[in-house]
């Protein structure tokens, strides 16, 4: 048995890390408190048990809280209306999602891998219900954007390549043509 104090109000929620002996719990206090869980064998009063992160940054009641993207990132829903992804590695708020005008008491997850075999992309569809009798599905396009814009630094270096190519090779009416389509026009003066 172990007892895990830190909370200064009454505890909503827990939910278990799906990769790492980590527990979220989300209180009435407004925090969502991140512990690490101790050996089995550990006899302190707390079992080795320890809070390792606090995030704050709702105005009221934590109600629910979820770990997303294989266990890097947790969603929390409160008495705000507010749901929150919290990366958990930095300590941050990397989105507030506002569409519910009270409480959200249920928050669920589901991940979904893509169907496209040349992109490997689990993307979550997030689904929160609320006291303002509503469900809101969310769909994760994180990782969707992420690749989208790594595709687009690809492509302007390539395009980048050309152009000193084209500069290299005294093709400068090419050069200029790509140049303006970069928004560049003095990198062809070179």
Same mark, same amino acid.
């Given at each position: 048995?172990?007892i895990?104090?830190g909370h200064?109000?009454?505890?909503w929620? %827990?939910? #278990?890390s799906?990769?790492?002996?980590v *527990?979220a &719990?989300?209180? +009435?206090?407004g925090?969502v !408190? =991140?512990?690490s /869980?101790?050996?089995?064998?550990?006899?302190?009063?707390?079992?080795?048990?320890?809070c390792?992160?606090?995030f704050?940054?709702?105005?009221?009641?934590v109600?629910? %809280?979820? #770990?997303?993207s294989?266990?890097?990132? *947790?969603? &929390?829903?409160? +008495?705000d209306?507010?749901? !929150? =992804?919290w990366? /958990?590695?930095?300590?941050?708020c990397?989105?507030?999602?506002?569409?519910?005008?009270?409480?959200v008491w249920a928050?669920d997850?589901?991940?979904q891998?893509?169907?496209?075999?040349?992109?490997?992309?689990t993307?979550?569809l997030v689904i929160?219900? +609320?006291?303002?009798?509503?469900?809101?599905?969310?769909?994760?396009?994180?990782?969707?954007?992420?690749?989208?814009?790594?595709?687009?630094?690809?492509?302007?270096?390539?395009?980048e390549?050309?152009?000193?190519?084209?500069l290299r090779?005294?093709?400068?009416?090419?050069?200029?043509?790509?140049?303006?389509?970069?928004?560049?026009?003095?990198?062809?003066?070179?």
């Amino acid at each position: 048995r172990a007892i895990l104090k830190g909370h200064k109000r009454g505890v909503w929620d %827990v939910a #278990f890390s799906p990769h790492d002996r980590v *527990l979220a &719990s989300g209180s +009435g206090d407004g925090t969502v !408190k =991140l512990w690490s /869980l101790g050996r089995n064998n550990d006899t302190s009063p707390a079992g080795g048990c320890r809070c390792v992160r606090t995030f704050q940054g709702h105005s009221s009641s934590v109600l629910r %809280v979820r #770990f997303l993207s294989g266990g890097l990132q *947790l969603m &929390s829903s409160g +008495g705000d209306g507010l749901l !929150k =992804l919290w990366t /958990l590695r930095t300590n941050e708020c990397e989105t507030t999602l506002d569409s519910h005008t009270d409480k959200v008491w249920a928050l669920d997850i589901l991940p979904q891998s893509s169907t496209d075999s040349s992109s490997p992309i689990t993307t979550n569809l997030v689904i929160s219900g +609320g006291a303002d009798s509503r469900l809101v599905i969310w769909k994760d396009v994180t990782q969707r954007e992420e690749e989208e814009l790594r595709r687009e630094e690809q492509k302007a270096v390539e395009l980048e390549q050309k152009l000193m190519n084209h500069l290299r090779g005294k093709e400068y009416e090419k050069a200029l043509e790509l140049s303006l389509k970069l928004d560049k026009p003095f990198q062809a003066h070179k």
